[in-house]
C-alpha cells in the first residue's frame, strides 16, 4: 500500500498526445504550476491590451485641439486602460507568480485546495471576458457596444443610470464583482497553503520572504476585495432594483461610494506592490550573493504596511471637502506608511552593502526598481501633505506618480521576475542580450515619460481630458511624454520576442541556473507535477545554501 | 558575449544621459515661459500658504533623494561583481538591529516634522473664520459648465467668474459656495488656490482673496463626463471700481431692441427657453447658462470658444464642432433664423 502511494506516474510526453487532448489538460488542470502559468499569461495579454489603450490616450494628447479620437472613445480608454491594468494585468500576474512559487518554495506539492484554485482562475478569466465584451454589448438592446466610460473609479453619480445609460457601467460592475470572488478565492488558499502546506522544517520564521509576504497580501485581499464587492452590489441595487444608496438625486451620498471604493484602493495599492516587494526579497540577495539583510524586520515592516495602508484610504479625498480633522489624520497616516516602506528600502540596499553584485537582467530591473520606488515613494510623501495635495490631486502630477509606483515598481519588479523565473519554469534560458536591449529601452521609455508627466500637473493640467488649450506650457512635455510611452511599447515587444525565441532557442537552464538558495531551484526545470519526488526537510531560510556550503550551513546562525 | 553585454550597458547609460538633458531643458523651458496656471506662481493667500509648504516638502523630500540615491549609487558600484574577484561568495551578514533601529528613528522624526508643518497650514486655510468683508459667491457645477451666483447682488451668470480684489491692508476674500447639480466637478484655478470638489447633494465651501486684478485661468479637475476637458473657467479680478461697474451692468435688464424681434420670437418659439433664461422674456430655463448678459462674456461653451458672431452661429448650429458631446442640442434652425437669433443675442449686452 505504501509502496503504491509513492509510486507517481511520469509525465506524459507533450509531443504524442494530439493537441485536443493537451487542450482539455490544460482548460482542466487544477496543478497550481499550469494555473500560475494561466494566470501570468492571461495578464500579459491584457498588458499588451492596455498598453494599447494607453498610446491611443497618448497619440491623442501629443498635441494640443488634437481630434485622433473623439472625447466619448477617449473617455472609454482611460476607463478601460485603468481597470484592465488593475485588475486584469497586475493581479492576474501577481497571483500567477504566488500560484507557481508559493507551493514550491515551501516545499508542498500543490495548493491546499486545487480545485478552488482553478474555480479562482476561471472566474477572474470570466470577469476580463465580461469587460472587454461590454465593446460589443455595453449598449444591450441600443444598438453598438461601447466600453465603460465612467473612468475605473466609477464615482457616483456618474455611474448612476441618470448619467450612464445602456450597460457599460454594468460590465464594468459585474467584472470586477465576479473577478472579486476569485481574488478573495485565491487569497483564501495562498493563506491556507502557506499556514497549513509547509514541509518539515520550515517554521514560519524559516519561511521565504515570497512566502511571507504572498501571505500579508491575501490576507489583505480579503479586506480589501469585500469592501469593493459590497459596493458593487449597493451600485446594482441602486441601477435595478431603486436603491437610493449613490442616488443624489434622491438624497443619496456619492461621498459614501468614495469611501467604499477608496477603502478597497489604497489597500489594493499594497496588494500589488507587495508582491513586487516579495520578489525584490528573492532577487536582489541572490545576484547581490548575500541573505536578505533583517528577515525578521522584513516581515514586521510589510505586517505593519498592511495594517497602516488599511486607515490611509481618505488621502485620495483631500478635496472632497471634509474637515481639518480628518484631513490632518489622514496626513499623518499616509505619511506614517512611509516609514516600514523606508525601513524595506534601507533593508534591500543593507543586502547589497558588501555583496558581489551580479548584474543579469533580474537585477537590473531591481536595481531600477530601487531607484523608482525612492522617487515613488517620495512624490507620495509630498502628496500626503494635504494643502498640497488640493493643489496635486487630480492633476498629470498624480498620474506621474501612480505610474512611478506601479510601471516604475511593481512592472519592473514583474519583468525582473520573469527574467529570473522563466528558467525554472520553461527549462530555457531568456535571452540576456534582448533582456538588456529590453532594460535600456524599457528605462529610457518611462523615464522619458513619467519623469515628464510631473511637470504639467505642477502647470495646471488636469488628468482625463481628452485634449487641453495650447498656450499653457503643457504642449512640449505632454509630445514628450507621448514619444517615451511609445518607446516603452517597443520595450515590451522586445520583451515578448524573447519570451517567444527563447522558448525554443534559449540555453538550457539546469535545476539552478542562478545559484540560488531556495527549495524550488531544487528540482528540474520545469519542475514535475508533483514538484518534490520526497517531500524535502528544511533546517534554515536557505536550505539550498546549507547543501552547498556544509562547512558553514545558515542553520548554525538562526 | 560579455563584450556585448557592456556596450549595451554603456550604450543605454549614454542614452539615458541624453534623454535626460533633452527633458531638462524641455521642461526648463517650458515651465520659466509665463504661463497663468502654474501653481508656483500664486496670487492668493491659500494659493501662497500651499506653495511655501510644497516647498518646505520638496526640499525634505530632496535631501531624502540625494542622500538615499547616493548611497544606491554607492553600493551598486562599489559592490558590483569585478573581474578580479574569485569565485567566493562575500560575508554572509544577516542583519543588524543597531542599524535597524536607526533607520527607524530618523524616518519618524521626519514625519513628525512634515506632520506638524502640513497641520498648521490644514488649519490656517480651512478654519479661517470669515471675516465680514468677505464677499459671498454661490458657485455650481453642471455638465459640463459653471453657473456664478451672487446672492446679496441678484447676479446669476456663468463661466466667468468676476471678483473684487482683495487688499493685504483690508482683505476682502472671497467665499465660495460649492454645489453641483449633476455629477462631481472639482473648481480648481491654480493661481488663486488648491482645489475642492462640487459634490452633488453636498455643500462644500473654500475661499480666495487674489492680491491683483487679471484674468486667472483654471478647468474642471473632476472627470465629470463627455466634455471634463472642455469645461473651463475663467476668474476675472477687478479693481472695486471696475467690479461695481460690471455688476451694475448685470443687474440691469436688457434693453429691448425692435430691431431684433424677428430673433427674440425664434428664441422665445423654439426650446431655447427650456433650458436658458433672459431676464425680461418668456426664457425661464436652468439646465443652461443664463444668458440675460451674454455679450459680457468674453467666451462661449464654458470656454471652449471666443464669443463672436462666427463662433455663436457654430454654437447653434452644430455644438459638437466646439464641444463634441456638449449637452447643447444642435436646434436645426434655418439660416434666416439662425442669423436673427445671432443678431438677437449680440444685443444682450
Known amino acids: ?558 | 558575449m560579455r563584450r556585448t553585454n557592456n556596450s549595451i550597458t554603456a550604450r543605454g547609460f549614454q542614452i539615458l544621459a541624453l534623454v535626460f538633458w533633452f527633458t531638462v531643458a524641455a521642461v526648463a523651458q517650458s515651465a520659466t515661459r509665463p504661463t497663468n496656471t502654474n501653481i508656483f506662481a500664486p496670487e492668493s493667500t491659500p494659493a501662497k500658504s500651499i506653495v511655501d509648504l510644497s516647498i518646505f516638502v520638496l526640499v525634505i523630500t530632496g535631501i531624502i533623494f540625494v542622500a538615499v540615491g547616493t548611497l544606491l549609487v554607492y553600493v551598486v558600484v562599489k559592490f558590483r561583481d569585478k573581474a578580479t574577484d574569485t569565485g567566493r561568495e562575500p560575508a554572509q551578514v544577516y542583519g543588524s538591529n543597531q542599524i535597524e533601529l536607526a533607520w527607524t528613528v530618523i524616518p519618524v522624526l521626519i514625519v513628525v516634522v512634515l506632520f506638524l508643518a502640513t497641520a498648521r497650514v490644514i488649519h490656517a486655510i480651512q478654519d479661517a473664520p470669515k471675516p465680514a468683508s468677505a464677499f459671498e459667491v454661490t458657485v455650481i457645477g453642471h455638465q459640463f459648465w459653471w453657473e456664478f451666483r451672487y446672492p446679496k447682488l441678484g447676479i446669476v451668470t456663468a463661466n466667468e467668474l468676476h471678483i473684487p480684489v482683495s487688499d493685504p491692508a483690508h482683505p476682502t476674500p472671497t467665499f465660495l459656495k460649492l454645489l453641483s447639480a449633476d455629477t462631481d466637478h472639482s473648481f480648481w484655478v491654480p493661481q488663486l488656490g488648491g482645489k475642492t470638489d462640487l459634490v452633488p447633494n453636498r455643500v462644500n465651501e473654500m475661499w480666495i482673496d487674489p492680491h491683483r486684478t487679471g484674468v486667472f485661468l483654471g478647468q474642471c479637475a473632476q472627470y465629470c463626463g463627455v466634455q471634463h476637458a472642455k469645461m473651463l473657467l475663467r476668474v476675472s479680478v477687478d479693481t472695486p471700481e471696475d467690479f461695481d461697474a460690471w455688476a451694475r451692468a448685470q443687474q440691469k435688464a436688457p434693453t429691448d431692441d425692435a430691431a431684433v424681434t424677428a430673433g427674440r420670437r425664434v428664441f422665445e418659439a423654439t426650446a431655447c427657453i427650456n433650458c436658458h433664461s433672459i431676464s425680461g422674456t418668456a426664457a425661464n430655463g436652468h439646465f443652461g447658462p443664463d444668458l440675460t448678459h451674454l455679450m459680457s462674456r468674453r467666451t462661449i461653451a464654458s470656454g471652449a470658444a471666443e464669443n463672436t458672431p462666427e463662433n455663436l452661429r457654430l454654437w447653434i448650429r452644430t455644438p459638437d464642432a466646439i464641444k463634441p458631446g456638449s449637452l447643447m442640442p444642435a436646434m436645426n434652425l434655418n439660416e434666416q433664423d439662425v442669423d436673427a437669433l445671432v443678431r438677437y443675442l449680440e444685443t444682450l449686452q
Open chain 1, 1 to 558: 500500500m505504501a509502496s503504491d502511494a509513492i509510486a507517481i506516474p511520469s509525465l506524459p510526453v507533450v509531443s504524442d498526445r494530439p493537441w485536443i487532448q493537451t487542450l482539455h489538460d490544460w482548460l482542466t488542470t487544477v496543478d497550481h504550476k499550469r494555473l500560475g502559468i494561466l494566470y501570468v499569461l492571461y495578464g500579459l495579454f491584457f498588458l499588451v491590451i492596455g498598453g494599447i489603450e494607453a498610446i491611443i490616450m497618448r497619440i491623442q494628447l501629443m498635441r494640443p485641439h488634437n481630434d485622433f479620437v473623439s472625447p466619448q472613445v477617449f473617455n472609454r480608454m482611460f476607463t478601460m486602460h485603468g481597470t484592465t491594468m488593475i485588475f486584469f494585468m497586475v493581479m492576474p500576474m501577481v497571483f500567477g507568480f504566488a500560484n507557481y512559487l508559493v507551493p514550491l518554495m515551501i516545499g508542498a506539492r500543490d495548493m491546499a485546495f486545487p480545485r478552488l484554485n482553478a474555480f479562482s482562475f476561471w472566474l477572474t478569466a470570466l470577469g476580463g471576458l465580461l469587460l472587454y465584451f461590454s465593446f460589443l454589448g455595453g449598449s444591450g438592446l441600443y444598438g453598438a457596444g461601447n466600453a465603460p466610460d465612467v473612468g475605473w473609479w466609477a464615482y457616483a453619480p456618474l455611474a448612476a443610470r441618470a448619467f450612464s445609460p445602456g450597460h457599460s457601467s454594468d460590465y464594468w460592475t459585474i467584472s470586477l464583482l465576479v473577478s472579486g470572488f476569485g481574488s478573495i478565492g485565491t487569497a483564501i488558499n495562498i493563506i491556507a497553503t502557506v499556514l497549513c502546506m509547509r514541509c518539515p522544517g520550515m517554521k514560519l520564521n524559516r519561511m521565504p520572504l515570497l512566502a511571507w509576504l504572498n501571505l500579508i497580501m491575501a490576507g489583505m485581499v480579503l479586506f480589501a476585495i469585500t469592501p469593493l464587492s459590497a459596493a458593487q452590489l449597493m451600485l446594482l441595487v441602486d441601477r435595478y432594483l431603486g436603491g437610493h444608496f449613490f442616488d443624489t438625486q434622491a438624497g443619496g451620498s456619492a461621498v459614501l461610494w468614495m469611501h467604499f471604493f477608496w477603502i478597497f484602493g489604497h489597500p489594493e495599492v499594497y496588494v500589488l506592490v507587495i508582491p513586487a516587494f516579495a520578489f525584490m526579497s528573492e532577487i536582489i540577495p541572490v545576484f547581490s550573493r548575500k541573505p536578505i539583510f533583517g528577515y525578521p524586520v522584513m516581515v514586521a515592516a510589510t505586517v505593519c504596511i498592511g495594517f497602516v495602508s488599511m486607515s490611509v484610504w481618505a488621502h485620495h479625498m483631500f478635496t472632497v471637502g471634509m474637515n481639518s480633522y480628518a484631513n490632518s489624520f489622514f496626513a499623518i497616516t499616509t505619511m506614517a506608511v512611509g516609514i516600514p516602506t523606508g525601513i524595506k528600502i534601507f533593508n534591500w540596499i543593507g543586502t547589497m552593502w558588501g555583496g558581489r553584485i551580479q548584474f543579469k537582467t533580474p537585477m537590473l530591473f531591481s536595481i531600477a526598481f530601487l531607484f523608482q520606488f525612492l522617487v515613488a515613494g517620495l512624490t507620495g510623501i509630498i502628496q500626503s501633505s494635504a494643502p498640497v495635495d488640493w493643489q496635486l490631486s487630480l492633476s498629470y502630477f498624480v498620474v506621474a506618480h501612480f505610474h512611478y509606483v506601479i510601471v516604475g515598481a511593481i512592472v519592473f519588479a514583474i519583468f525582473a521576475a520573469f527574467y529570473y523565473w522563466y528558467p525554472k519554469v520553461i527549462g530555457r534560458m531568456l535571452s540576456e542580450k534582448l533582456g538588456k536591449w529590453h532594460f535600456w529601452l524599457f528605462v529610457i521609455g518611462f523615464h522619458l515619460t513619467f519623469d515628464t508627466m510631473h511637470i504639467p500637473g505642477l502647470l495646471g493640467m488636469p488628468r482625463r481630458i481628452y485634449t487641453y488649450e495650447p498656450g499653457r506650457g503643457w504642449d512640449t512635455l505632454n509630445f514628450i511624454v507621448s514619444i517615451g510611452g511609445i518607446i516603452q511599447a517597443i520595450a515590451v515587444l522586445v520583451f515578448v520576442a524573447n519570451m517567444i525565441i527563447s522558448y525554443w532557442k534559449g540555453a538550457k537552464a539546469g535545476n539552478d541556473p542562478w545559484d540560488a538558495w531556495t527549495l524550488e531551484w531544487s528540482v528540474s526545470s520545469p519542475p514535475p507535477a508533483y514538484n518534490f519526488a520526497s517531500i524535502p526537510v528544511v533546517e534554515s531560510r536557505r536550505p539550498l545554501w546549507d547543501l552547498k556550503h556544509p562547512e558553514d550551513p545558515d542553520s548554525r546562525y538562526e
